[in-house]
């Protein structure tokens, strides 16, 4: 099946930083890709939609500013948490759908713990 | 931060037993249906799926059963393995959408 990877797979910082994780497709071109957070023992909850060569469509109650989305190439989009504080600690998925009928392929996730 | 009283329900099983989750979708207008298995600590894997034409699936060891008029899905998982031990998260698509509404999952422990 196709493959979607992400970097880094875990990461520590202090509040205030940002981070950037990234989200690769590696076999096949996504124009959209989802970026999902999870708390613990929690179902996925989707923040916001990545679109190649526009902006990203936010989820209700998701802070555009704070969870800046980049989606520069048709196999890239970046998620950048703004000056994390320790609330944002998560397990942070992206997604893409491939040409098959709705089947969407998961990152392996990355975890962000803010100190 | 996490909300307080959401717990994954959780089924324990022995090996070689057979498992059934269960999973409630919420939208009468989906028409495509996912079961995803989530490993500790890493991404949903995609284990079936069935549209909503169709009330049965069957894969290897897996099979996905529809009830449209209950709106319930369950996922029967044959002679259960100790690396079958996950949550299972149903998901529910809706006029083409590419983007699934996941269920709440359910923790499957199986033990050896």
């Known amino acids: 099946g196709a493959v979607v990877s992400q970097h880094p797979s875990w990461v520590i910082c202090k509040s205030g930083t940002s981070v950037k994780i990234e989200c690769r497709s590696l076999?096949?071109?996504?124009?959209?890709m989802f970026w999902y957070r999870q708390f613990p023992k929690q179902s996925l909850m989707l923040m916001a939609t990545s679109n190649e060569g526009s902006k990203a469509t936010y989820e209700q109650g998701v802070e555009k500013d704070k969870f800046l989305i980049n989606h520069a190439s048709l196999t890239l989009s970046t998620l950048t948490v703004t000056s994390a504080h320790p609330e944002d600690s998560s397990f942070y998925i992206c997604?893409?759908?491939?040409?098959?009928?709705?089947?969407?392929?998961f990152g392996p996730g990355t975890r962000l713990t803010v100190l | 931060g996490e909300s307080v009283g959401l717990h994954l329900p959780t089924l324990s099983v022995q090996e070689g037993d057979n498992s059934i989750i269960n999973c409630a979708y919420s939208?009468?207008?989906?028409?495509?249906f996912i079961w995803y298995k989530q490993e500790s600590g890493k991404g949903p894997q995609f284990i079936i799926d069935?549209?909503?034409?169709?009330d049965k699936r069957q894969g290897q060891r897996v099979t996905v059963l529809l009830n449209k008029t209950v709106k319930h899905l369950s996922l029967q998982i044959a002679a259960t393995q100790p690396g079958d031990s996950a949550v299972y998260f149903c998901?529910?698509?809706?006029?083409?959408?590419?983007?699934?509404?996941f269920g709440r999952g359910t923790s499957l422990i199986v033990h050896p």
């Open positions: 997604s893409a759908p491939t040409s098959r009928y709705n089947e969407q392929f």
């Open positions: 998901a529910e698509n809706t006029g083409g959408s590419y983007i699934p509404t």
């Open positions: 076999d096949f071109q996504a124009t959209t």
């Open positions: 939208n009468s207008a989906s028409d495509y």
């Open positions: 069935i549209r909503s034409n169709m």
